[in-house]
């Protein structure tokens, strides 16, 4: 099999897994002449706060406390990014503020 | 196509962390590629259809390996199985959604449906536009950032570094956002709690299957508790 074959193949197998996880919920679960399930109702409520805490867990997942930084630049903008967001509410000022100084902290501080 | 330009003119604001995000994410991947020896045509269609950043990284090696389907299959649903969740919790907002529903769907990625998740429809636009436009954008990002990277290889030597801090800074912001909307906190904690500890059990680079899959038996498991505090409140 030629290399372009085999790239077009991967890269294939590679996206129908990734649409039919995304999609498979729908079908199996979302059935348009019922009622949305209780439970799913209830996880629709519930999950996006739980994945929310996840999600930022997984951004730090690669994070040493043992060495330097200590993860100081991370934990300090976390909490400056919620700090900000809880006294101003603007998502854009929250995440500019917070990403620059991050930036400036690994590029130059920390470097 | 008035109403189409007004719904991304009035979504653009909500996407621009995603934009700051994606692009140099995008372009970090356009230049991996590069160096396996794919251009900016291969980066574009990745982009296109398979819309995801844990897997792509994972693609360029899999390409330069020449790594079979079910290897690939394996890799990628083992990456994107906290999609099946997304999916799950987001089916009640996607109710009464029409056809484009299905390219909504296949836009769940990390950052949209954290979006999707968080954000009420702004005034003067339906779900429909909202959510269409919301992840039309995110998806241009991305696919931009590829093929800007692939392109530009390394011609270019911008210092970016630390730049990705704008996705951690996106979800703790949403964090803030859930807390604010919710009156029940339990779910917040029981995601730091579960995921933290898969962490430490299973390593950084297997943590996710497990922490997902406690995180929502336990949820199932105290429904009936979270539901008689919220009567309760």
Request: charged share 10%; proline share 4%.
């Amino acid at each position: 099999m030629s290399d372009f074959m085999s790239s077009v193949l991967i890269i294939a197998t590679m996206s129908v897994v990734t649409i039919l996880l995304r999609v498979l919920p729908f079908i199996i679960f979302d059935r348009a002449d019922r009622e949305v399930p209780g439970w799913i109702r209830f996880l629709g409520k519930y999950l996006p706060p739980a994945l929310m805490s996840m999600l930022i867990i997984y951004c730090l997942r690669g994070l040493s406390f043992t060495a330097s930084p200590y993860g100081i630049p991370e934990l300090l903008c976390i909490a400056l990014a919620a700090g900000l967001h809880i006294w101003k509410g603007n998502v854009l000022l929250s995440i500019g503020v917070s990403t620059v100084l991050y930036m400036v902290l690994v590029q130059a501080v920390f470097a | 196509m008035a109403s189409v330009l007004k719904a991304i003119r009035i979504t653009f604001k909500y996407s621009l962390p995603v934009l700051f995000g994606y692009i140099p994410l995008g372009m970090a991947f356009g230049f991996l590629l590069r160096s396996a020896g794919y251009g900016p045509l291969w980066a574009f269609v990745m982009s296109v259809v398979i819309f995801g950043g844990t897997a792509q990284y994972l693609i360029v090696g899999l390409l330069s390996a020449g790594a079979s389907v079910p290897q690939v299959a394996l890799m990628t649903f083992l990456l994107h199985f906290r999609h099946i969740f997304y999916g799950v919790s987001t089916i009640p907002k996607f109710r009464g959604i029409g056809a484009v529903k299905w390219y909504l769907m296949f836009g769940l990625t990390d950052e949209t449906y954290a979006l999707i998740a968080t954000e009420e429809v702004p005034k003067g636009l339906t779900k429909t536009q909202f959510y269409t436009a919301l992840t039309a954008l995110n998806h241009s990002y991305w696919i931009i950032g590829g093929v800007l990277g692939a392109s530009l290889g390394s011609l270019i030597n911008i210092n970016t570094k630390g730049m990705d801090f704008v996705m951690t800074a996106l979800f703790t912001v949403l964090v803030v956002e859930q807390w604010k909307a919710h009156k029940i906190h339990l779910p917040a904690f029981l995601g730091f709690g579960v995921t933290i500890a898969a962490l430490l059990v299973f390593g950084a680079d297997n943590f996710l299957v497990p922490a997902l899959i406690v995180i929502t038996a336990v949820l199932l498991i105290i429904r009936p508790y979270l539901e008689n505090k919220e009567a309760r409140l």
